[in-house]
């Protein structure tokens, strides 16, 4: 059987290698890169150029302040946590309740205790999770709750939307659902299902779960094809218009449906992953090379979006 990887290569692939050398290194400034490798920068930024992100509750970035978190959420029984320099989804801790004993419930319905939870922070401040090993803060966040649109397909945790940017412009997106297999976590690397997104009509197509095509999701059994993605042009024009933010030609932008605050961005990638051009069945190279062969490029995210859909 031909592996769905070799079929793409004669279809534009973009590998590891060749995207770090030809895009990465080339596009990519590295005084850039600690915007968006620090998640409160970038929460910062995004609120600057009134880009809605979930709102932050607070930061730990000391020990000693392990000890306040429950003072700091006295008010909230759902959050987030994350480390401000963490990658691929590690060490995030989603929080979907608080029981009358005092445990807390995560995504997942597992019970946890305070203290367990400050074991976790103190991971994150040792630099457990964050890129290089350095040490590292903890934010806190407002729990996204996702779209009813996502009910269906998506197994106890927020699915999110992952677009690749390009010198301002949307080319290549894709859907990735929670599974019982990530823990409810929308991670290809932890077993989620990744679904391509027709660019024009802002429908999912293909489903890819461990770099294999499917068709159902494996949790909830519902067809991932033909779903139709809310607020699709909003969330391309958003998408656009972090790069006005980041600076960066070549990034990912996550963004996540909130069923009662509508898209949000979640957070920004300078080294996005290619399992996209899987779940898409097309390359990314045909379509970077359209773009970078470009004489100009709007300034304006709207229209950066429009030229997108006029290409692809």
């Not at 409810?184 to 461990?210: E, F, M, P, W, Y």
Request: hydrophobic letters at 40%.
């Amino acid at each position: 059987m031909i592996s769905p990887w070799r079929k793409l290569r004669e279809k534009g692939i973009l590998g590891m290698n060749q995207r770090n050398a030809d895009f990465i290194m080339p596009y990519n400034k590295r005084s850039h890169y600690p915007l968006v490798d620090d998640k409160r920068a970038t929460k910062k930024a995004a609120l600057k150029a009134n880009i809605p992100v979930p709102e932050l509750y607070g930061t730990i970035e000391i020990e000693h302040q392990i000890k306040q978190f429950q003072q700091l959420l006295k008010n909230e029984n759902e959050f987030v946590i994350k480390p401000a320099n963490g990658s691929g989804g590690n060490g995030i801790l989603v929080i979907a309740g608080k029981n009358p004993n005092g445990y807390y419930r995560k995504a997942n319905d597992a019970l946890i205790s305070q203290d367990e939870i400050q074991y976790h922070l103190s991971n994150i401040l040792s630099g457990m999770y964050s890129l290089g090993g350095a040490t590292d803060s903890a934010i806190i966040e407002y729990r996204v709750k996702f779209d009813n649109a996502f009910q269906t397909i998506s197994y106890r945790g927020v699915p999110d939307i992952r677009t690749i940017v390009f010198r301002g412009l949307p080319i290549m997106a894709m859907l990735r659902l929670p599974t019982r297999e990530s823990d409810g976590r929308a991670n290809l690397h932890q077993g989620a299902v990744g679904a391509g997104i027709d660019i024009h009509s802002g429908k999912t197509t293909l489903g890819v779960c461990h770099d294999s095509l499917i068709e159902h999701h494996p949790d909830t059994g519902a067809r991932i094809q033909g779903l139709a993605i809310p607020h699709w042009q909003q969330i391309l024009e958003m998408a656009a218009k972090c790069y006005d933010i980041a600076q960066l030609d070549y990034m990912g932008v996550d963004i996540v449906l909130d069923k009662e605050l509508g898209p949000l961005m979640l957070e920004l990638n300078a080294r996005p992953g290619l399992n996209i051009q899987l779940c898409n069945d097309h390359g990314l190279l045909p379509r970077l090379h359209q773009v970078e062969n470009l004489d100009s490029i709007p300034a304006k995210a709207q229209q950066r979006v429009a030229m997108s859909l006029d290409i692809f």
